[in-house]
């Protein structure tokens, strides 16, 4: 079974600040992550997905996450945030070759403040 | 497209009474999900569906919890009988294939008194 560790529950930064989220999950074989992003009172929406080749990816709004094999991480960041980046943020992993769901990570409140 | 529509949006009911809470989702999808969000436990997977049979129900919490998919536009999640325990927000998703992005409904927040 996979499992989805993030390490933050609670983040506070002011705007303009740099913007690392840390995203580290356990699973033996090929993997799909995806990074969601909940801003309050509304649904999930997609920000970013890993599924195959380069492990740099670049999602909306200004995100990245980085794919690292060796260390199971797939951390998000942002080099400059916004007070609107104010959300909760989800990692998210399946299986790349099976049939499964996602396997959520607890999610990290990220404040932004002015 | 309209994306993945939920209703109710929000749900108020007694203990003991049953709870449907319905799903349409996004054309053209084959799977579909019903998760539970709390602030306890955050998002758990409790069924999906692939064409519309259910393949995974493990983590449906117990017997009072059932989903169907009679077609492939539209599913069900009741609770029968509901206790204050499944107050949550429930949320919808579907995807085109079973391991690929999801997308999330607006949710449906149950509150059982």
């Known amino acids: 079974a996979q499992s989805v560790s993030q390490h933050n529950h609670h983040v506070i930064l002011s705007e303009a600040a740099s913007l690392e989220l840390g995203c580290n999950y356990s699973?033996?074989?090929?993997?799909?992550l995806f990074w969601y992003v909940q801003y309050p009172g509304q649904h999930l929406q997609l920000l970013l997905k890993?599924?195959?080749?380069?492990?740099l990816v670049k999602g909306i709004k200004g995100f990245e996450a980085e794919f690292i094999k060796s260390k199971f991480s797939f951390n998000l960041r942002k080099p400059s945030v916004q007070w609107s980046d104010t959300a909760e943020y989800f990692c998210?992993?399946?299986?790349?070759?099976?049939?499964?769901?996602?396997?959520f990570g607890k999610g990290t409140h990220l404040i932004i403040q002015p | 497209d309209a994306g993945v529509i939920q209703s109710p949006r929000h749900e108020v009911t007694e203990m003991g009474q049953e709870v449907t809470l319905r799903c349409k989702p996004i054309?053209?999808?084959?799977?579909l999900f019903w998760y539970r969000q709390t602030m306890m436990r955050g998002l758990e997977l409790l069924i999906y569906f692939n064409n519309n049979v259910p393949i995974d129900d493990s983590g449906m919490p117990e017997d009072r919890f059932s989903a169907k998919m009679p077609n492939a536009s539209f599913s069900t999640l009741k609770i029968q009988p509901s206790e204050p325990r499944d107050s949550a927000v429930y949320f919808c998703?579907?995807?085109?294939?079973?391991?690929?992005?999801?997308?999330f409904g607006q949710g449906t927040r149950l509150t059982v008194v």
């Open positions: 890993y599924f195959s080749g380069d492990p």
């Open positions: 998210a992993v399946n299986s790349g070759g099976g049939a499964d769901g996602l396997t």
């Open positions: 699973y033996g074989g090929t993997v799909n």
């Open positions: 998703a579907s995807s085109l294939k079973v391991n690929t992005e999801a997308f």
């Open positions: 054309s053209g999808h084959n799977s």
